[in-house]
Structures are given as structure tokens and as C-alpha cells.
């Protein structure tokens, strides 16, 4: 009993060494070989991305108890703004192994540990806990910029990890900005990591196998609603119907 306690405590840490940019086990050799390619690097995020989204799809099959099913679309729209449902660390593994091109606002502050800092911030990850209105004036600029140059935006709909039934309100930043852009919202919902790796877990709270889904809906375009409420409450609507159809799976 024991040793199974150690086991999925271990691979509990993994989850969070994955997500915070690979620190322990592939940082140095991915800095490293991108400081030997970097003459023939045009994107260096998509670079750290591309090595990231490895190292997430490993994950998802090297933890036996967890197996990741995925329905996605078939052709995802360039300069896209996805939001998804936050349960878990491992929200992040699942749908960045997919998304390409991206940056994701993350309502934390890690300005305390620089090097995870470094290396998320590689990865196309913004903090904005905590931080002054200049910086964050300029992330907002960079995701408008990074959405003119054909490239995504990553939200967390609820602005926080929650495991309730019931989906918390959605805050409405996303929304104001694909209306102010005129970009489409890609909803994401994923259900099942919570029961894992729950907030402020470091462990794993179960050994039980059992599917992680992760489901992409179809894209909401500013044009088909009469403003960003109308849309963000229309979001929250199929989103819900989603989560708990996923749910009942269980």
C-alpha cells in the first residue's frame, strides 16, 4: 500500500514537472539544442511548443491509470481564440498537445521562481496575477498581435481551476476580444483530470483507470450574435451541455 502511495505521488509530481515547460528532464537539452539551431529558427515559441506537445502526448502514455480520448476538429481556423474548461494541471498537457501557435493567459504570478518563469514564458505562457497595469497592457497588445498574425489565443473560460457540476460564470475577456478582433471562440471541454490531479494536489488521488475527454466544439464567429454577453452566455450554454453529457460517461 505503501509503495503504491509512492508511485502515484511520483507520478502526480510528473504531471506538474510536464506542465511547468518540461523543467526537470527536457530543459537543459531543449535550450540547448535550441541555442545550435537557432540561426534556422524563424519561430522560437513554436520551436519550444513543438518540443512541449512531445513531451505531452508521452505523458498521457506513459501514466498507465489515465487514458486521453479526444475529439477535435478536423480543420481548426487560424487566429483562433480557444477557450476551455480548468480542472486540473493537466488541462494544459491535454489541449496543448493539439493547439499550435499559441499564447494562454494564466491567473497566477511565478515572477518568485524566474526559471520556471523562463521557461513557461517560452512556451507562450503570460501571467497576469499581480502584475502592473503597464504589463499587463503590453500582453494585451501582444495577444492582439499574436491573433493579426494568424496565430491563437488561449483562455481558461472560468479564470480558475473548479471541479463543481456546474460551470462558475465566464469571464469576459475572451469574448471582448473576438469581438473587438473579429475572431472565432473554439470551446474546449475537458472532464476527468480533476479526479486525478485536483488543485493544490500534488499526488495522485486515485489509481483507478479511467478516460480523460477532452472535446473541441465548433467555432463561434462574432458576426452570429448581437454582442460579446450574447455570445459569452451562448458559450457558457453548449459548454455546459457538453460537460455534462461527458459526465454521464462516468
Known amino acids: 500500500m ?34 545550435l539551431l537557432k540561426p534556422f529558427i524563424k519561430d522560437s515559441q513554436h520551436f519550444f511548443q513543438r518540443g512541449a506537445a512531445l513531451s505531452y502526448r508521452l505523458f498521457y502514455i506513459l501514466v ?5 480520448k479526444v475529439d477535435i476538429l478536423k480543420d481548426m481556423p487560424k487566429g483562433a481564440i480557444y477557450i476551455s474548461t480548468h480542472q486540473s494541471i493537466l488541462d494544459f498537457p491535454a489541449f496543448a498537445t493539439y493547439v499550435q501557435h499559441y499564447l494562454i493567459f494564466a491567473n497566477v504570478n511565478l515572477g518568485k521562481y524566474p526559471i520556471v518563469e523562463k521557461i513557461t514564458h517560452a512556451v507562450g505562457v503570460r501571467y497576469i496575477k499581480d502584475r502592473p497595469i503597464e504589463e499587463l497592457s503590453d500582453i494585451y497588445k501582444e495577444m492582439e498581435a ?12 472560468e479564470g480558475t481551476r473548479h471541479t463543481g457540476d456546474k460551470l462558475l460564470p465566464f469571464k469576459r475577456g475572451a469574448f471582448k476580444l473576438s469581438v473587438k478582433k473579429n475572431r472565432p471562440i473554439i470551446p474546449i ?3 476527468g483530470v480533476q479526479q486525478y490531479l485536483p488543485r493544490k494536489a500534488w ?8 478516460n480523460v475527454y477532452m472535446k473541441m466544439l465548433k467555432p463561434l464567429y462574432p458576426k452570429d450574435f448581437e454582442n460579446e454577453i450574447e455570445m459569452r452566455r451562448h458559450a ?4 455546459q451541455e457538453e460537460k455534462t453529457r461527458l459526465c454521464e460517461l462516468y
Open 2 to 35: 505503501e509503495r503504491c502511495l509512492v508511485l502515484k505521488c511520483l507520478l502526480g509530481s510528473i504531471g506538474h514537472f510536464v506542465f511547468f515547460g518540461l523543467l526537470i528532464g527536457f530543459m537543459i537539452p531543449g535550450f540547448l539544442l535550441y541555442f
Open 64 to 68: 498507465p491509470c489515465m487514458k486521453l
Open 146 to 157: 499574436h491573433l493579426e498574425s494568424g496565430k491563437n489565443v488561449i483562455y481558461f473560460a
Open 189 to 191: 471541454v475537458i472532464e
Open 203 to 210: 499526488c495522485f488521488r486515485t489509481s483507478k483507470r479511467q
Open 236 to 239: 457558457h450554454q453548449i459548454m
